[in-house]
């Protein structure tokens, strides 16, 4: 039988979505296909969506148009469309109306079905449309084909309860649930057999993970740091209502706990973050900074910022630029607000005209960069631990890797270094990473 053979995947958005298309990369070779370089060969393309900004909406049209002209040509070509997109109603009413040649278009919460409606499309020849809903039960000992050999992803939660008022992801991820403490020790120590040194676990909020009624998100890292052969571990994202301080205290005890975090502030302002139901006010979080660098002098701190919220002032701008300046962020995604369907800060009449937005956006980079670019100056003549990921995308001679605080850091070396962890002395601090050597 002529079946296909190839896939490719076309991931947007965060880590999650890029760990979900590991998964259906991986149940993807288990039934036999091979990855295909680029998408215009592949036999059959995948995209995973992202909804969280309108950008993201428009470069997955822009893609789909793109695949138009090949399916029209080969309606053999199996189009698949997933991710936080297909959680929209109005998002899959529009791919029927706009791109009815799309052949299979599946959600956040079925990701596990994929192998069943892509064998089912290519037997009947017949488009499937199969969106959960809510999110059920947790499913486990999916494969994965992991982006990197030495570390991977680890989802500890799936969901979110928070919701923030500009944000769709409670609404296209459904609520919190946590994987069992068990099931995420044994998956780390498979992957830890299987040559990974780092884990980074991934949630919209890991500091509300319960395990059970013993483990709580530090009692997760507390009992993860007993994994032999494992060397780090990292998490992603964190909410500062549930940072907790047994876990900042965790930072002190577990070694392998990586001297990093990445604490989403979003705004500066206590009365824009009231707006955004964000449940702490500026000088809670800087009683948070205040103490993780009391307990680690060293921790990297990374952050997400908002800017033109609706109703945001130029007073309550200048106090996020303030608050950027106080906690000296190693490094800052900034977005510009952007409007979602169906969230409550949709219907706020006080939004923010858009050559207002971008020129708070360009003064708050201006602002982060400038910080980035001298605490990277401060690390010359350190001498870091790196983790070495491989070759930099710009040389083939330079390599790249992490140091524990997460600075990108290249330098010249070799193959044989790749999964290793290096000495390598800092020689230059640019703004967004560092350069070396190898001692
Ligand atoms: N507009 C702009 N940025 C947003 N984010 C989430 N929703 C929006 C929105 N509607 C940002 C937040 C979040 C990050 C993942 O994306 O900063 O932390
Ligand atoms: Fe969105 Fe807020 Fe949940 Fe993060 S915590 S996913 S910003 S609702």
């Keep these: 039988m002529n079946r296909p053979k190839t896939y490719h995947i076309t991931t947007f958005g965060c880590q999650m979505n890029e760990h979900d ?7 993807l070779s288990q039934m036999g296909f091979s990855e295909s370089p680029g998408r215009d060969e592949a036999d059959v393309a995948i995209i995973n969506t992202c909804s969280v900004r309108e ?19 080969d309606p053999e070509f199996t189009v698949c469309v997933c991710g936080c997109m297909m959680q929209q109603q109005h998002v899959i009413d529009s791919i029927k109306s706009k791109y009815p040649w799309v052949d299979i278009i599946f959600g956040t919460h ?6 069943q409606l892509l064998e089912s499309v290519l037997r009947e020849k017949e488009k499937v ?31 979110c309860n928070n919701f923030c008022t500009y944000c769709i992801v409670p609404y296209t991820r459904g ?35 319960k395990g059970d009624e013993h483990t709580d998100f530090a009692d997760l890292i507390y009992r993860l740091n007993e994994v032999s052969g494992l060397e780090r571990i990292r998490f992603m994202t964190s909410h500062p209502k549930d940072l907790s301080d047994k876990l900042i205290q965790a930072y002190g005890d577990c070694d392998k706990l990586c001297n990093y975090i990445h604490l989403p502030v979003q705004s500066g302002s206590s009365r824009v973050l009231a707006r955004m139901n964000r449940k702490y006010t500026r000088e809670d979080y800087l009683n948070l900074i205040a103490k993780l660098k009391k307990t680690v002098p060293q921790i990297t701190i990374s952050t997400d910022i908002i800017v033109g919220f609706p109703g945001e002032t130029e007073e309550d701008f200048e106090e996020t630029l303030d608050l950027v300046r106080k906690v000296e962020y190693d490094s800052a995604f900034t977005f510009l607000y952007s409007i979602r369907r169906g969230t409550p800060a949709e219907k706020y009449e006080d939004q923010i005209p858009e050559d207002v937005k971008h020129q708070r956006f360009n003064r708050l980079v201006e602002t982060v960069n400038s910080i980035s670019a001298e605490k990277n100056a401060g690390y010359v003549g350190r001498v870091e631990k790196v983790l070495v990921e491989g070759l930099s995308k710009t040389s083939d001679r330079t390599y790249t890797g992490r140091t524990e605080e997460f600075k990108l850091i290249n330098f010249a070396g070799t193959p044989d270094m790749v999964g290793k962890i290096i000495d390598v002395k800092v020689t230059e601090g640019k703004t967004f990473s560092l350069e070396g050597e190898v001692i």
Excluded: C
């Design 129 to 159: 449309v199969n969106v959960w809903e809510d999110g059920g039960d947790i499913v486990e000992g999916l494969p994965a084909k992991r982006l990197y050999k030495h570390k991977a992803f680890v989802n500890i939660m799936y969901g």
């Design 110 to 115: 079925n990701i596990h079905q994929f192998p």
């Design 175 to 209: 609520r919190e649930r946590s994987r069992r403490p068990q099931d995420i020790l044994d998956e780390v120590k498979r992957l830890v057999s299987d040559g990974v040194r780092e884990v980074t676990l991934l949630g919209q909020n890991v500091n509300s993970y």
């Design 55 to 73: 950008n993201a909406d428009k470069r997955f049209f822009g893609t789909l148009g793109q695949l138009k002209k090949k399916k029209l040509a």
């Design 21 to 27: 298309s590991e998964t259906i990369a991986g149940m």
